[in-house]
């Protein structure tokens, strides 16, 4: 999540209920010391409850605009497939752009941004699945899990008699997060790890088991990300490990299985990881 953050990008947290994916988001939120907005997702949420609304203002005599939810430094969109379409879509300005259009006006958002949206992949009843455009987005998509033996036993004796997250300050201000971002900008990539990544992503959409491979923005997302784990690693340069560890909660996502390697078992995932392994790694790092 925090590579996500570095990396200048948004993460989707997909899992089962009660495992904690709110609570990750909002303890995020409070490390850092910045503003945060909440969004629950509905089928009968509109555009404008997310982006904002223009109102006519009678003590005025003028329109004025009042901002929504999107207008925050980390912005959690709770169960984000619950929502119409059209309201997925109201959030693709503000991803991609880090600005909002409402009624011909521009607004910008403030930095750092990072959208945070949650969905359930089990229960698919009233819910509308993120297109193609949206989820390629998101820089990563990670899942939570269910915690060990021990971890749910330490749930149970720091969870139990009050909220945790009210416990939590910020380690970190929105500067200290924008000085991070730089600082993963500038980690060098030699030029055999960006044709190791060309061949990535040639290796997609060349390959029969997968029906959609990865796009432009997903080779840079997954450079970017990298450099990010460089970055936190105490590294000025990537290495393909970096490449490697990343390939999955960066791509997986944006990847589509055909029909037939569905049958077979084969999910986005173990294609990813198949053609990661045929796939000759540079030596030649200068």
């Not at 912005?75 to 991609?96: C, V």
């Not at 030029?191 to 040639?202: G, H, I, N, T």
């Not at 923005?217 to 990298?226: D, G, H, K, N, Y």
Request: hydrophobic share 40%; net charge negative.
């Amino acid at each position: 999540m925090l590579l996500c953050l570095m990396a200048e990008g948004h993460l989707l947290i997909e899992d089962v209920p009660g495992v904690g994916k709110t609570t990750l988001a909002k303890a995020l939120a409070r490390s850092i010391h910045c503003s945060f907005g909440r969004i629950q997702f509905t089928p009968d949420l509109l555009p404008s409850d997310v982006v904002g609304i223009t109102v006519w203002n009678r003590e005025k005599s003028a329109f004025e605009f009042r901002h929504g939810p999107v207008f925050a430094n980390i912005m959690l969109g709770d169960e984000i497939n619950r929502a119409s379409p059209k309201t997925q879509s109201a959030l693709l300005e503000s991803m991609a752009e880090e600005q909002v259009t409402v009624d011909g006006t521009t607004y910008g958002l403030s930095s750092p941004f990072m959208v945070i949206a949650t969905q359930n992949p089990i229960e698919h009843e009233g819910t509308y699945p993120l297109p193609e455009s949206q989820l390629d987005r998101f820089l990563m998509r990670l899942g939570v899990g269910y915690p060990g033996r021990s971890d749910e036993l330490d749930v149970l004796e720091t969870h139990g008699d009050h909220n945790t997250l009210i416990d939590l300050t910020p380690v970190v201000t929105a500067r200290d997060v924008t000085a991070m971002m730089a600082a993963a900008r500038s980690i060098h990539i030699k030029k055999s790890l960006q044709l190791y990544l060309v061949d990535l992503a040639e290796a997609t959409r060349n390959n029969r088991q997968l029906a959609l491979g990865m796009s432009p923005r997903a080779t840079l997302s997954l450079q970017r990300a990298s450099k990010a784990r460089a970055a936190s690693h105490g590294r000025d340069f990537v290495i393909p490990d970096d490449i490697k560890a990343l390939a999955e909660p960066v791509l997986a996502h944006r990847l589509i299985v055909t029909p037939e390697a569905q049958l077979q078992g084969i999910d986005a995932a173990s294609a990813l990881q198949s053609i990661l392994g045929g796939l000759p790694v540079p030596r030649d790092l200068q």
